[in-house]
């Protein structure tokens, strides 16, 4: 079992910055590939960046590719989201997940997710 906390998110203007932390505990937390996912209002989760067990591979989505960096502290089992130069449309509740696979892009391939976060980008 793997459980996960995000924590981070807020308001913020358009074209800051917020960082968002997901802490993971459980014996074998460090060696679960971790995910990003948001769900703004009335639309479906959609992926946003997730990151290998071990840091070395990153992937993003295109909307945020060049602006978001996710990274990972195995020492401290947590994953990281640097979310820069922020839009109106990054608005939406900010949901860190883990999978004992590879990386993932779809929902269905993460086993634990957490309870999620509200970032809300004004205009």
């Known amino acids: 079992q793997v459980q996960l906390v995000e924590s981070g998110g807020g308001l913020v203007q358009a074209g800051g910055s917020l960082r968002l932390s997901c802490a993971a505990s459980?014996?074998?937390?460090?060696?679960?590939?971790m995910g990003w996912f948001r769900q703004a209002p009335g639309k479906e989760r959609e992926f946003v960046a997730a990151?290998?067990?071990?840091?070395?591979?990153?992937y993003y989505a295109n909307s945020v590719k060049g602006r978001f960096t996710i990274s990972r502290d195995n020492a401290k089992n947590t994953v990281n989201l640097q979310m820069n130069s922020l839009k109106p449309e990054d608005t939406a509740v900010y949901y860190c997940?883990?999978?004992?696979?590879?990386?993932?892009?779809?929902?269905?391939?993460?086993?634990?997710w957490g309870q999620g976060t509200q970032v809300t980008v004004s205009s």
């Open positions: 997940a883990a999978t004992a696979g590879g990386i993932f892009v779809t929902e269905a391939s993460y086993d634990y």
């Open positions: 459980g014996r074998t937390a460090s060696r679960y590939a």
């Open positions: 990151i290998g067990w071990s840091g070395g591979i990153t």
